[in-house]
């Protein structure tokens, strides 16, 4: 079986020492396809790196973490990095109301600016929201943009509005937590066949249906089976079905920019 797995922080220090082995690994367990996540400029710019480097693809943004850092010109920058062919995504970006780690007016500031660039280079969103689903829904009605609302963690409220507004949903190893997934457990079986992406978020969500668990609570993503498996049983579905669905969503979400899902 393939997979692909829509979402890597493969710059995580985490990776630093095994890189390869962690891309071979994950090529072994049958996944054809990353999406290397870019977090900051120097990231973004490490992630194009890998990308190139293993034959994958990128993505170039500021992390609402991230947003009280930035310099003057990091759109310029941005955009500089969006220039290039394995740059198919403006992101990750979003709200993090759950840390505040950055002033919540700045991560307004900050991704609305992204947003806005998303839109005039007509490139797909990578994005993050977190406790702030209302505040979300705000800036996303100011522009039109398409792509993915990542790591989807939200009520049922917030999962009708992004699909109506047109956003492919990503679900990682959160719906395999038995402590904190059971809401996302539930909503999963409503998300439609032509939405839904897999990711691991790795080395983040490690999923916890692993067995044997590993020794290291560092995931991997070659552990992106779990994942899938976890989706179709909530689903009812093939985990064929799962994994196909993701790999030809993905694909579709890197040639729709802001175009019609």
């Given at each position: 079986?393939?997979?692909?797995d ?5 710059t995580s220090?985490?990776f630093?020492q095994?890189c390869?082995d ?12 990353m999406?290397l ?8 710019a490490q992630?194009l ?7 994958f693809v990128?993505t170039?943004?500021?992390?609402p973490?991230?947003a009280?850092?930035?310099?003057d010109?990091?759109?310029q920058?941005l955009?500089?990095l ?5 740059v198919?995504?403006v ?8 840390r505040?780690f950055?002033?919540?007016?700045q ?10 660039l998303a839109q005039q280079l007509n490139?797909?969103v990578?994005?993050h929201?977190?406790?702030?689903f209302?505040?979300?829904?705000t ?15 939200g009520d049922a409220q917030?999962?009708?509005f992004y699909l109506?507004y047109?956003?492919m949903?990503g679900v990682?190893?959160w ?13 999963v ?6 939405r839904?992406?897999?990711e691991?978020?790795?080395?983040y969500?490690i999923p916890?249906?692993l067995?044997p668990?590993p020794k290291?609570?560092?995931?991997e993503?070659?552990?992106i089976s779990?994942?899938?498996?976890q989706i ?6 093939s985990e064929?079905?799962v994994?196909?669905?993701?790999q030809?969503n993905f694909?579709r979400?890197?040639?729709?920019g802001n175009g019609?899902?």
């Amino acid at each position: 079986m393939q997979y692909t797995d829509a979402g890597v922080n493969l710059t995580s220090h985490q990776f630093e020492q095994d890189c390869d082995d962690i891309v071979a690994r994950a090529k072994t367990a049958g996944v054809s396809e990353m999406l290397l996540i870019g977090t900051n400029i120097a990231e973004s710019a490490q992630s194009l790196e890998l990308a190139k480097r293993y034959g994958f693809v990128s993505t170039a943004g500021v992390h609402p973490h991230d947003a009280k850092s930035v310099n003057d010109d990091y759109i310029q920058q941005l955009n500089t990095l969006l220039s290039q062919p394995e740059v198919v995504a403006v992101g990750e970006c979003g709200l993090d109301f759950n840390r505040d780690f950055s002033p919540r007016p700045q991560q307004q500031i900050v991704l609305h600016e992204q947003l806005m660039l998303a839109q005039q280079l007509n490139k797909p969103v990578y994005l993050h929201e977190r406790d702030a689903f209302s505040t979300m829904q705000t800036q996303l009605e100011r522009v039109n943009v398409k792509g993915v609302l990542h790591c989807f963690t939200g009520d049922a409220q917030a999962l009708s509005f992004y699909l109506d507004y047109g956003l492919m949903i990503g679900v990682t190893g959160w719906v395999c937590d038995e402590r904190r997934g059971a809401q996302l457990q539930a909503l999963v079986p409503l998300i439609p066949d032509d939405r839904l992406l897999v990711e691991t978020d790795a080395p983040y969500l490690i999923p916890r249906t692993l067995k044997p668990k590993p020794k290291s609570r560092r995931n991997e993503p070659a552990f992106i089976s779990a994942v899938v498996q976890q989706i179709a049983q909530l689903r009812g579905q093939s985990e064929a079905h799962v994994a196909a669905c993701s790999q030809t969503n993905f694909a579709r979400l890197l040639t729709t920019g802001n175009g019609q899902i």
